[in-house]
């Protein structure tokens, strides 16, 4: 009964998911564009009303626990006759707004006759549906409003398990230490879930061998890697990857790689070489010196003797039984045991396995949310048989084919609205690290993620990742400074499961679109994809050639490594062809000129666009995309003007891209600024009490160009950012070649009291500012210097501080002391905090980059909070 109230639970939760979303569109709607729909606006009243009543139902049916056939039902039900309702509204509202624009009004007649009929059909099926009273008898609900908001989840912080790989690491180590006559190339070979990029990791990671290597690079190869990818990959080890460099063939990249890797001992790891063929491309980048090493893994054995045919490959066994239950102890429990009441279900849980460490970490992302969920050890020893009983019709089949009915079993237990945002995930190409910020923003933008009271979308979003990442379905890649999730990846099999998972024919949650052995794409392009969603990674100019067509599409995402030019018309296809999107993600597909039929893609949340010109302009007629909630726009020009007035897009949330954006003066009306988060990088001048009195709610804010007429309020007013009551990081990238000689050098910063009281991360770039200026933003009140400096009411103490320094803080040649930091040398300087110096009491995080700097020497007592790093000494 549990487990059916449980399917009950999630069934109910995704159809509500959907209901809320298309609710909330559709109020937005009729509040805001009424002149769109004020002749049908009766009858999508109607239809808000209807499923408003489904709603109700659906949070009513929370607390009945009715057969899971007839749930299932009913969540199959509403996601079809939702899912219609958009379509026809969605469409609608594209055609009025485009038929508007061009004064149709024949046109705007009949599509509004059009709808009216198409909604009343939907409107008869919402009857349908719920007026049969033996199945949902709606007259008779009694909703409960007052439920307490569901509480957000800590994140359950476990550390990345390595068991059973001591020996093979010690295997793989002592190949490392020999000498060889020539580029010596070790290989791991073993299926899917075996733990090769794990074991590959340990070593990487390994003290001696950092040592016995002093480079050492990870690349990512997979099964669509592009050479030029790679190479650059490599390259950015060793110097900064400009335009010139990127310009560049594959044969002039594998040249410098060659260069700079015949000078240095070397450790390459590549991870995840399909074909010998793929080792074959590569290896013209690898000088032929006895310094350098590199460590393969692979799932093919072909590829560890095409690569070594001396050695051969080194083939990885599975865990034996000992191992799986210590690598499902740590996982569920965190220390190397079981509790006495479950030993007996966890050892057999183990068993069943099979030795293959994803099987088993999956199935620990299932049981330690049932272990963690509820204190009493009798409920959770009955999960754990259920467990183990759901084993047994796995037993007979081969690994791999067991490896996916444990995937599957462990998305059957995820939340429903996990599930989806689980499958969006594999959307992402093989391999690719997954920007955080990106995937949570284009989840809000699909209507995944559910809102809750006085919590934000993005904070929702960020506990659904945790808890995929608590689960072992995703994995956390890197952290950011706060110890939050930067970037995350999915195994390869979990994708694969995801792939297949989102394409059966009933949902068409997303498909992907590849390319085949035979050189044509797989599945061939359609003039009508039915999917919700459409994925495609490589040869893009080549699939758009072929007119594919998307009626009912609402993400074209594409994260391919190409960079292609695409002809005009063939961009223009993209939003002519897909008129219902509400997400495209195509950073490779270089605009030298929006297209104007971009303009038409109403419903747009999400959208990444790549302006190839100089200098750059984003139109005013970007204010017809009124639902846009994150825009982010790169550019190759260093500036960007912005002539649409974005304090007047009313959804706007985040505003990202990589040029200094000049804001144009806002009209009279604008309305909008409240909800944006996130804006950068603006230019100094656009930093304006004007601009902050609007956006007021700012959380983020990167600014670029020239800082001294900020800093000294030439253009743009520094003191109007002291407003930003919750602004919590801060961006200041001094553009140097925007800058003369004379403004390069800033004479110093603002008092710290003029910052920002919330600011948390503080990050400046080429300021060429002196070392005694580090005082005004790392001292606190403890500090005797500053004490009246600071007015009591607003002492300011950043947590993280990055200092990207360019030609900062040139040292004399003798030493010398600047207010109690002492700095000495001229070339390769040390860094010292004397007993004197003032306290850096909130300061967690200090990166310092580019500088020549070698050695910090500082005391716990001045920094009782800051973490330790490679290039800090405290005394």
């Given at each position: 009964m549990a487990e059916t109230a449980e399917k009950e639970r999630e069934r109910c939760l995704m159809a509500d998911a959907a209901v809320e979303f298309f609710l909330e569109n559709l109020k937005q709607l009729l509040v805001h564009h009424v002149n769109l729909i004020k002749d049908v606006k009766s009858d999508l009243e109607k239809l808000e009303n209807d499923l408003r009543l489904f709603k109700a139902f659906l949070k009513d049916s929370l607390k009945k626990r009715r057969k899971d056939a007839v749930l299932r039902?009913?969540?199959?039900?509403?996601?079809?006759?939702?899912?219609?309702?958009?379509?026809?509204?969605?469409?609608?509202?594209?055609?009025?707004?485009?038929?508007?624009?061009?004064?149709?009004?024949?046109?705007?007649?009949?599509?509004?006759?059009?709808?009216?009929?198409?909604?009343?059909?939907?409107?008869?099926?919402?009857?349908?549906?719920?007026?049969?009273?033996?199945?949902?008898?709606?007259?008779?609900?009694?909703?409960?409003?007052?439920?307490?908001?569901?509480q957000?989840?800590?994140?359950?912080?476990?550390?990345?398990?390595?068991?059973?790989?001591?020996?093979?690491?010690?295997?793989?180590?002592?190949?490392?230490?020999?000498?060889?006559?020539?580029?010596?190339?070790?290989?791991?070979?073993?299926?899917?879930?075996?733990?090769?990029?794990?074991?590959?990791?340990?070593?990487?990671?390994?003290?001696?061998?950092?040592?016995?290597?002093p480079v050492r690079i990870w690349v990512y190869v997979s099964q669509d890697f592009t050479n030029k990818d790679i190479f650059l990959s490599i390259l950015k080890e060793f110097t900064k990857i400009s335009e010139e460099i990127s310009s560049k063939n594959n044969e002039e990249l594998a040249g410098l790689v060659a260069d700079h890797l015949a000078d240095v001992k070397f450790l390459l790891v590549m991870d995840d070489v399909w074909a010998p063929a793929d080792w074959e491309k590569l290896q013209i980048a690898l000088p032929t010196n006895k310094r350098g090493k590199v460590l393969i893994t692979s799932r093919q054995v072909e590829v560890g003797w095409y690569t070594n045919r001396l050695r051969g490959p080194h083939m990885l066994r599975f865990l034996n039984h000992n191992e799986s239950c210590e690598l499902l102890q740590l996982e569920v429990f965190g220390k190397r045991e079981f509790p006495k009441e479950l030993q007996f279900e966890g050892t057999e849980i183990a068993k069943r396995c099979g030795g293959l460490p994803l099987a088993i970490v999956v199935i620990g992302g299932i049981l330690v949310k049932k272990f963690s969920a509820n204190g009493d050890m009798g409920v959770i020893r009955r999960a754990w048989k259920k467990v183990i009983e759901s084993f047994i019709a796995y037993l007979n089949l081969d690994t791999e084919k067991r490896m996916e009915k444990i995937i599957s079993l462990s998305y059957e237990k995820l939340p429903s609205h996990l599930r989806e945002c689980f499958l969006y995930v594999g959307m992402f190409p093989e391999d690719f690290e997954i920007p955080v910020w990106k995937l949570i923003r284009m989840w809000i933008a699909e209507g995944l993620i559910q809102r809750r009271d006085n919590i934000s979308l993005e904070e929702i979003a960020e506990s659904y990742l945790d808890d995929l990442i608590n689960r072992n379905l995703v994995r956390a890649e890197k952290l950011k400074t706060d110890g939050r999730v930067k970037t995350c990846r999915v195994h390869d099999m979990l994708r694969e499961f995801c792939i297949t998972e989102a394409g059966n024919e009933r949902d068409n949650f997303f498909q992907e679109v590849k390319m085949s052995n035979d050189g044509g794409f797989q599945p061939p392009v359609y003039e009508g994809y039915k999917c919700r969603r459409l994925c495609i990674h490589s040869e893009v100019s080549r699939f758009l050639m072929e007119k594919p067509k998307g009626p009912t599409v609402r993400s074209f995402v594409c994260f391919s490594k190409d960079e292609v030019p695409i002809q005009p018309e063939y961009i223009s296809a993209i939003p002519a062809n897909f008129k219902l999107l509400r997400v495209l993600e195509a950073k490779l597909i270089k605009f030298t000129k929006l297209p104007n039929e971009l303009y038409q893609l109403v419903h747009l949340r999400y959208i990444v666009l790549a302006l190839n010109s100089n200098p750059a302009v984003l139109p005013s007629a970007f204010s017809k995309l009124w639902n846009i909630q994150t825009l982010i726009v790169d550019t190759t020009s260093r500036t960007l003007n912005i002539k649409v007035d974005i304090m007047n897009m009313i959804q706007?949330?985040?505003?990202?891209?990589?040029?200094?954006?000049?804001?144009?003066?806002?009209?009279?009306?604008?309305?909008?600024?409240?909800?944006?988060?996130?804006?950068?990088?603006?230019?100094?001048?656009?930093?304006?009490?004007?601009?902050?009195?609007?956006?007021?709610?700012?959380?983020?804010?990167?600014?670029?160009?020239?800082?001294?007429?900020?800093?000294?309020?030439?253009?743009?007013?520094?003191?109007?950012?002291?407003?930003?009551?919750?602004?919590?990081?801060?961006?200041?990238?001094?553009?140097?070649?925007?800058?003369?000689?004379?403004?390069?050098?800033?004479?110093?910063?603002?008092?710290?009291?003029?910052?920002?009281?919330?600011?948390?991360?503080?990050?400046?770039?080429?300021?060429?500012?002196d070392w005694s200026h580090m005082k005004v933003y790392m001292s606190s009140k403890g500090s005797e210097e500053t004490r009246e400096e600071i007015p009591e009411d607003k002492v300011y103490c950043v947590e993280v501080l990055i200092l990207d320094l360019s030609d900062w803080a040139t040292c004399p040649d003798t030493r010398r002391s600047i207010t109690g930091i002492s700095c000495y040398g001229s070339c390769d300087f040390g860094l010292r905090i004397e007993k004197a110096a003032p306290l850096y009491c909130?300061?967690?995080?200090?990166?310092?980059?580019?500088?020549?700097?070698?050695?910090w020497i500082a005391s716990l007592h001045h920094f009782p909070r800051l973490k330790n790093g490679e290039n800090f000494q405290f005394t």
């Open positions: 039902e009913l969540g199959r039900q509403i996601k079809s006759v939702v899912n219609e309702a958009e379509d026809v509204i969605d469409t609608f509202v594209t055609q009025a707004a485009h038929n508007r624009n061009k004064n149709l009004i024949f046109k705007i007649w009949s599509s509004r006759i059009d709808i009216a009929e198409q909604v009343g059909s939907v409107c008869r099926k919402i009857k349908d549906i719920y007026g049969d009273k033996s199945k949902f008898d709606i007259a008779f609900l009694n909703v409960d409003d007052g439920d307490p908001p569901e957000l989840e800590a994140p359950i912080l476990r550390k990345h398990n390595v068991v059973g790989f001591d020996d093979e690491a010690k295997t793989l180590m002592g190949f490392l230490a020999e000498e060889t006559d020539q580029l010596d190339v070790i290989s791991i070979i073993g299926m899917p879930g075996l733990g090769k990029t794990t074991l590959a990791g340990k070593i990487f990671h390994d003290q001696e061998i950092k040592y016995q290597f706007l949330r985040h505003f990202k891209t990589n040029a200094s954006a000049t804001l144009p003066k806002m009209g009279k009306n604008s309305k909008g600024g409240e909800q944006i988060q996130t804006l950068g990088t603006i230019s100094p001048e656009s930093c304006s009490e004007e601009v902050f009195s609007k956006a007021r709610n700012l959380k983020k804010l990167g600014v670029r160009g020239k800082l001294a007429w900020l800093l000294e309020n030439k253009k743009g007013s520094f003191d109007s950012l002291a407003k930003l009551g919750n602004l919590e990081k801060l961006k200041l990238i001094n553009d140097i070649i925007l800058c003369s000689e004379t403004e390069r050098q800033l004479r110093g910063l603002p008092p710290a009291y003029k910052f920002p009281t919330q600011l948390r991360s503080l990050t400046l770039c080429d300021t060429s500012l909130n300061l967690q995080v200090l990166h310092i980059g580019r500088t020549n700097l070698k050695n």
